[in-house]
């Protein structure tokens, strides 16, 4: 079947060839006939399937017959991150370049200035992030009774993100005549409560079990303590010959530090977290995007549904709390049909969310044995040259400064003490294990 098939228009079809594409994925040949056909949709695809092209592309021509008219938006597009809507408005750019679509993005962290401006001279294709929306809704900047088609983009990321409360919001606002789609990886209850409501006898397509990950990519768990993360990481990197990777971790902080730290040993890399402001966000990507770097130390803001080209390898520095969230971490290598590479780190504290991951998956890891290397062991002391050796080496640990046991034993010996149930000599018995006072060797006369 090629694009052709699907009774999309020439000019449409001009664009997606230029784009270098003539054969859909399944969540495209299954779903933008019925887009096509006006119908309701919930389509349920892994990460890295083309669910964006499945809607933008149908769109395009629904939109390309009829006129915008100033602060109401003939459709609407809901993404949960910036990252994400930026990256559909670049879709709508590349595959709308033969039709004269008005378009405008609606996102947090830059001025409203400009994207009020845009409202007033009306666009086809409002695509936004719930929290500005709401913002510029309540100020009388939009008007949603014109909306003829609305998308939700990654709902279950909705839902983590505390979203859903604003989308049914939204959903009361928009006319009841609208075209509504719906797409997710996954489909938990919420999610399925909300297509219920606001769906009008929906079609419902499966390219892929909900929440499976993607069989192109090969997936191993690598048994580390936390002070060899680093270590590790730098290793398998060379080892690999990695060319581009994503690399995740929990926190914020663990992204900033991680990232200094391969910056220190020569490697090419940058990073994205929530606390980086919209324009340095994009200009991280920009730069891992042209390989100006080639590695991206991320949090989960860039887990869900960022298309970047070329991503051979996947390293989760943190294994994710969330299963769902291991799906789409690792879906951002092994993208429309190339192989990829997953390594996630795991150490004593993560085994029930490797079990938890594993049952969701429905498969068993593998576990990566590297050559030379014991089991992960708490009390294992860092390596010489190892982050965590300098770490601890700039700043003196009281191991370093207390005196041995058996330094401490002279000590008390030269002051006229000594120790019951020394642990050196027989362990602890659960008995006296300080100085003995004088008193107590002093014989009582019968």
């Known amino acids: 079947m090629s694009f052709a098939d699907l009774g999309l228009s020439d000019e449409l079809l001009s664009a ?12 495209q040949a299954q779903a933008i006939p019925s887009v096509l056909m006006m119908r309701d949709l919930i389509g349920i695809a892994q990460t890295g399937t083309g669910k964006t092209a499945s809607f933008v592309l149908p769109m395009i021509d629904i939109l390309a017959h009829g006129r915008a008219r100033a602060r109401m938006p003939r459709s609407l597009i809901l993404e949960p991150t910036r990252e994400l809507a930026a990256q559909v408005a670049e879709n709508f750019e590349k595959y709308g370049k033969n039709h004269k679509l008005s378009m405008a993005l609606l996102i947090g962290g830059v ?3 400009d994207q009020v401006k845009a409202l007033q001279k009306g666009v086809d294709v409002l695509i936004a992030t719930p929290g500005r929306l709401m913002d510029l809704f309540e100020r009388g900047n939009i008007l949603l009774n014109g909306c003829e088609l609305l998308v939700i983009d990654e709902a279950d990321r909705m839902l983590d993100m505390g979203f859903i409360p604003d989308i049914e919001n939204i959903c009361t606002k928009l006319p009841t005549s609208r075209q509504t789609l719906l797409f997710s990886a996954t489909m938990p209850p919420p999610i399925k409560k909300l297509s219920d409501k606001f769906l009008s006898n929906p079609k419902y397509i499966e390219v892929a079990r909900p929440a499976t990950a993607n069989t192109n990519i090969e997936q191993k768990l690598v048994e580390v303590t936390p002070m060899k993360k680093r270590d590790v990481l730098r290793d398998l990197i060379r080892d690999e010959d990695v060319q581009t990777a994503i690399i995740f971790c929990n926190r914020k902080t663990t992204v900033r530090e991680l990232n200094k730290s391969l910056q ?3 490697f090419r890399s940058g990073e994205i977290h929530g606390d980086i402001d919209q324009a340095s966000r994009l200009k991280e990507l920009d730069a891992f995007k042209s390989g100006a770097i080639n590695l991206l130390v991320a949090s989960d803001v860039a887990a869900r ?5 070329g991503v051979s390898h996947v390293f989760n520095f943190d294994a994710p709390w969330h299963p769902d969230d291991y799906v789409h971490r690792i879906g951002r290598t092994g993208r429309a049909g190339a ?6 780190f795991v150490t004593r504290d993560d085994a029930e969310h490797i079990d938890n991951i594993e049952k969701l998956i429905g498969l068993k890891i593998e576990r990566l044995v590297r ?4 089991k992960p062991d708490a009390r294992e002391r860092p390596a010489k040259g190892s982050d965590a050796a300098d770490k601890q080496d700039r700043s003196g640990t009281r191991a370093s400064k207390r005196p041995a046991r058996s ?8 002051s006229g003490g000594k120790h019951v149930g020394d642990r050196d000599n027989g362990g602890d018995d659960g008995s006296w294990n300080g100085p003995m006072p004088d008193f107590l060797s002093v014989a009582i006369p019968l």
């Open 16 to 27: 997606v060839t230029a784009a270098g594409y003539d054969t859909p994925t399944p969540i």
């Open 371 to 374: 050559a030379g290397e014991s």
């Open 407 to 414: 330094e401490r034993k002279a000590d008390s010996k030269s």
């Open 111 to 113: 001025s409203m200035g």
């Open 305 to 309: 549904g960022l298309d970047i080209k």
């Open 264 to 266: 220190r040993h020569g």
């Open 339 to 344: 192989k990829g590479k997953a390594f996630t």
